[in-house]
């Protein structure tokens, strides 16, 4: 975060921990490194350094911006239903999930289109995720509107060689 004053700020995970309080500064930083990090939304908590007193603190503008790195969404493989988080940074992206009622079954066919050299071993895995579209899940944050969580439920991997 850059403002015109020394600031620090907390990360957090909206619904729980983790949450992190970064270096201070005109420039606050701070780095989240692991193998899983909750999926969903974050919050940035802006603060100004220094004593409060018996003054309130002016107010500065401020300038925030994050950097996820992810493993990509694989673009071999295609099927009916689409990718929420395609859809969610790509135009013309489609996501049409099915509707599972407890107990019930659904077949999802799932085409994955090799690409690279004959003899060339390919492998992946091809996750299905549970979706929920949750209305005003963070309204402690002051925000409204109707928010996406998903979860991983199952993973299959595969491997193939690529015929020439």
């Given at each position: 975060m850059t403002a015109a004053e020394p600031n620090l700020f907390e990360f957090a995970w909206a619904l729980g921990d983790p949450g992190l309080l970064s270096s201070t500064g005109k420039t606050s930083k701070?780095?989240?490194?692991?193998?899983?990090?909750?999926?969903?939304?974050?919050t940035i908590q802006p603060i100004l350094r220094g004593p409060d007193g018996v003054k309130p603190v002016k107010s500065v503008a401020?300038?925030?911006?994050?950097?996820?790195?992810?493993?990509?969404?694989?673009a071999a493989i295609t099927d009916p239903t689409g990718?929420?988080?395609?859809?969610?940074?790509t135009r013309n992206a489609r996501f049409s999930p099915h509707i599972v009622a407890p107990g019930q079954t659904v077949t999802i066919p799932v085409v994955i289109t090799p690409h690279g050299a004959p003899g060339t071993v390919v492998s992946?895995?091809?996750?299905?995720?549970?979706?929920?579209?949750?209305q005003r899940t963070l309204d402690n944050f002051?925000?409204?509107g109707t928010y996406p969580t998903t979860s991983d439920v199952a993973?299959?991997?595969?491997?193939?060689t690529i015929k020439g």
């Amino acid at each position: 975060m850059t403002a015109a004053e020394p600031n620090l700020f907390e990360f957090a995970w909206a619904l729980g921990d983790p949450g992190l309080l970064s270096s201070t500064g005109k420039t606050s930083k701070v780095t989240l490194t692991a193998p899983d990090i909750a999926p969903g939304d974050w919050t940035i908590q802006p603060i100004l350094r220094g004593p409060d007193g018996v003054k309130p603190v002016k107010s500065v503008a401020a300038t925030a911006s994050a950097m996820a790195v992810t493993a990509p969404i694989d673009a071999a493989i295609t099927d009916p239903t689409g990718d929420l988080w395609t859809e969610a940074t790509t135009r013309n992206a489609r996501f049409s999930p099915h509707i599972v009622a407890p107990g019930q079954t659904v077949t999802i066919p799932v085409v994955i289109t090799p690409h690279g050299a004959p003899g060339t071993v390919v492998s992946g895995t091809v996750y299905v995720s549970a979706v929920s579209f949750n209305q005003r899940t963070l309204d402690n944050f002051f925000l409204t509107g109707t928010y996406p969580t998903t979860s991983d439920v199952a993973a299959f991997r595969y491997i193939y060689t690529i015929k020439g």
